[in-house]
C-alpha cells in the first residue's frame, strides 16, 4: 500500500453540495505517505491486525474508490464503515492528514451513489434519532421492557449474545435512569434577567439519556451566579448526519442552531456536539465554561469520598484537544481522588452511531474499558460525551460493577449542593 500504482483516473462526477468533489477527495487522500505511524493508535487495527482496517489501509481504498481502480463492494465497504472515526490517527500523523474530513467526505460520495430508497431509509434513520417526536416514546417503552419481564426473558433465554440485542439491552436500562429526570426549560426570561450571554446546548440524545446534565449546569450557574438561558427551537447539532454520509442534512441543522443561538456563546455538555458546533458558533465545552466562570469567594464545595476516574471521549481529546478543564474542576472538590481512565487514547467504541451499526466491535472495545475498571474500582466514572456514558455504562452494569456513570458537572452540582 506505499504506493499509488497507475496515474489516477480522475472521474468527475460530483457528489452533493458541501461534499467534497472527487478531485478534492483525491487530493486530500494523497497527503497521506503511508508511513504507518497511525497504526498503533487506531483501535479497529488493534482488534484485528488487518491492513484494511487501519488508517493508511482505509485511505488507499478510498484512493482506489475515486480513482475508479475499486469497485465499491460489500466487502470494501465494511472496511470504510468499520471506522469509528475517532481521529486518535490525526494527532500521531505528521503529514497532518486531516482524516476525520477525509472519511466524512468519502462517506458522503459513497451515499451519494445509492439508489434513492436507501439514502432515504438511511436518512429517516438518522432523523428520528435526532429528531423530537421518538425521544418521549422511548421512557415508556424502556420502563414497559423492564416491567413486563422482557429484558429478563431476553437474558435467560441467551439472547444477549447477539451483540446488537445487548447493545439495545444495555442502552434501554441506561435510558430508564435517564428519563425519570427532565431538565427544566428554564430562559432567561423566567427570570425577568436580560437575555444571558451564556446559552445552554440540549442537543438530541442527551435530552433522553442525560437530561440530569442541563439541570446540574443550571444549578452550578446559579450558584456562581452566572446567567444562562436555555433557548427554544433548538435542535440536534448535525454530527450524526455528518458521520453518516449527510453533509447537506448537517448544515441545515447547523444553520438552524446558528440562526436560535446568534449573538451568544453556546455552552454543550456533550463534547461530540460542541466540536459540530464550534466551526459555525462560539461554542464552549460545559466543563471549561464552568471553569472559567468567576467562583465566589464564599463557595464552600462539600467533600465528596472516593475515586472518580476520568474517561476522555475522543470528541473531547482528539477534536476539542482540551481535556484539563475536567481535571481542573474535579479537583476543586474536597475528598475526591480524581484519575484518568486507563486507557483513554483508545475510542471505548460508542462514536455516535457506531455502536448501533457496529455492535460487537463496540463492545469489544467497551470490554477494555471494563478490565480497567475491575482493577481501578473507581466509585464513579466520569465522561463528556453521552454516547460514552451510555455505552460505558451499560457495560459496567453488565460486567456487576458498582460505579456510576455520570457527567462532571452532575458530580459537581452534588458537591455544591446544600447539605441539611
Not at 439472547?159 to 439491552?169: A, D, K, M, N
Not at 457527567?407 to 441539611?420: F, K
Request: net charge positive; with cysteine; proline share 7%.
Amino acid at each position: 500500500m506505499g504506493g499509488h500504482g497507475p496515474a489516477p483516473r480522475i472521474i468527475f462526477r460530483q457528489f452533493p453540495h458541501n461534499a467534497l468533489n472527487q478531485r478534492e477527495l483525491l487530493r486530500l487522500a494523497d497527503q497521506c505517505v503511508k508511513c504507518g505511524l497511525c497504526l498503533p493508535h487506531c483501535p479497529t487495527f488493534r482488534l484485528c491486525h488487518n491492513e484494511a482496517d487501519s488508517p493508511r489501509g482505509r485511505i488507499a481504498l478510498i484512493q482506489g474508490l475515486t480513482t475508479g481502480q475499486l469497485d465499491d463492494t460489500a466487502r470494501l465497504g465494511a472496511h470504510l464503515d468499520g471506522c469509528l472515526q475517532c481521529q486518535a490517527c490525526e494527532l500521531a500523523c505528521p503529514s497532518l492528514v486531516r482524516f476525520g474530513t477525509l472519511m466524512d467526505a468519502a462517506r458522503a460520495a459513497r451515499v451519494a451513489k445509492l439508489p434513492r430508497w436507501r439514502r432515504w431509509w438511511r436518512r429517516l434513520r438518522l432523523d428520528v434519532l435526532s429528531g423530537t417526536r421518538l425521544p418521549p416514546l422511548l421512557g415508556p417503552l424502556a420502563a414497559a421492557y423492564r416491567r413486563l419481564g422482557v429484558g429478563a426473558v431476553v437474558r435467560r433465554a441467551g439472547l444477549l449474545r447477539w451483540p446488537r440485542l445487548r447493545v439495545l439491552h444495555g442502552l434501554a436500562l441506561r435510558l430508564r435512569r435517564g428519563m425519570a429526570l427532565q431538565a427544566p426549560q428554564t430562559t432567561a426570561a423566567d427570570t425577568d434577567a436580560a437575555p444571558a450571554p451564556l446559552a445552554l446546548f440540549r442537543g438530541c440524545v442527551a435530552r433522553t439519556l442525560e437530561p440530569e446534565v442541563m439541570r446540574s449546569a443550571l444549578a452550578v450557574f446559579r450558584q456562581l451566579g452566572v446567567p444562562v438561558e436555555v433557548p427554544q427551537g433548538q435542535g440536534c447539532c448535525g454530527a450524526m448526519h455528518r458521520h453518516n454520509g449527510f453533509p447537506d442534512r448537517a448544515d441545515t441543522l447547523l444553520a438552524r442552531n446558528r440562526a436560535v443561538f446568534a449573538g451568544t456563546s453556546v455552552v454543550g455538555g456533550a463534547s461530540a456536539c460542541v466540536a459540530e458546533l464550534r466551526p459555525a458558533l462560539t461554542a464552549i465545552e460545559l466543563c471549561r465554561a464552568v471553569l472559567q466562570a468567576p467562583w465566589p469567594a464564599a463557595l464552600a464545595l462539600h467533600p465528596l469520598t472516593g475515586t472518580v476516574a476520568v474517561h476522555e471521549p475522543c470528541s473531547h481529546r482528539n477534536q476539542l484537544r482540551d481535556t484539563t478543564a475536567v481535571y481542573e474542576l474535579l479537583g476543586r472538590i474536597p475528598g475526591l481522588r480524581v484519575v484518568p481512565l486507563p486507557g483513554n487514547a483508545m475510542c471505548c467504541g460508542a462514536a455516535g452511531t457506531y455502536l448501533l451499526d457496529q455492535p460487537q466491535t463496540a463492545l469489544a472495545l467497551a470490554a477494555d474499558k471494563v478490565a480497567v475498571l475491575r482493577q481501578l474500582a473507581p466509585r464513579w466514572l466520569v465522561t463528556t460525551n453521552t454516547g460514552c456514558a451510555a455505552h460505558l455504562g451499560a457495560a459496567a452494569h453488565a460486567a456487576g460493577l458498582e460505579l456510576e456513570v455520570l457527567h462532571p458537572v452532575v458530580l459537581l452540582a452534588r458537591a455544591l449542593a446544600p447539605r441539611t
